[in-house]
């Protein structure tokens, strides 16, 4: 248990970082769209808590929406661009967490152990590098920020 948490409390090195978001991006958008748009597995018609109903059209946009956004952030990550200050990126980190929650949410279930389950538990990993703040890379810790050295 003790080793669990030394290893909770190290950072990682900026390289596995930018890996893993790099991974988990392109993995998560390659899910998406072989069950989504390959096999044309349906999503629900309803959204927003049932105020709207979605026609055909509009949920064949709303697919190609959930499946295509995520190329944003895996440019942002390819490129190791600092866009945000760090107390942004962790409110956009749990964001992240809560829009994948929804769309596994949205996802009609079937019999199977399906790719909504696979979305549902990387809902986590957005969540977990929300709690822990560990998942910002250095140039994005100090980005927009004023140092002032202090001589004495």
Do not use: H
């Not at 949205?106 to 709690?131: E, N, R, V, Y």
Request: with cysteine; charged share 20%.
């Amino acid at each position: 248990m003790i080793g669990i948490i030394k290893f909770l409390q190290k950072r990682p090195s900026d390289n596995t970082i930018l890996f893993w978001r790099i991974a988990f991006w392109v993995l998560y958008t390659a899910i998406m769209w072989y069950n989504l748009i390959y096999l044309n597995k349906d999503i629900d018609s309803v959204y927003f808590f049932w105020f709207l109903e979605l026609s055909i059209e509009q949920v064949l946009i709303t697919k190609y929406i959930f499946t295509w956004l995520w190329i944003i952030p895996i440019f942002m990550w390819v490129t190791n661009i600092c866009l945000l200050k760090k107390k942004y990126l962790k409110m956009l980190q749990i964001f992240f967490a809560i829009v994948l929650f929804y769309i596994a949410w949205s996802i009609k279930d079937s019999a199977t152990l399906d790719f909504d389950i696979i979305i549902w538990l990387m809902w986590l990993l957005p969540l977990f590098a929300w709690i822990t703040g560990k998942c910002i890379t250095t140039k994005c810790l100090k980005y927009k920020e004023k140092i002032t050295k202090i001589r004495v």
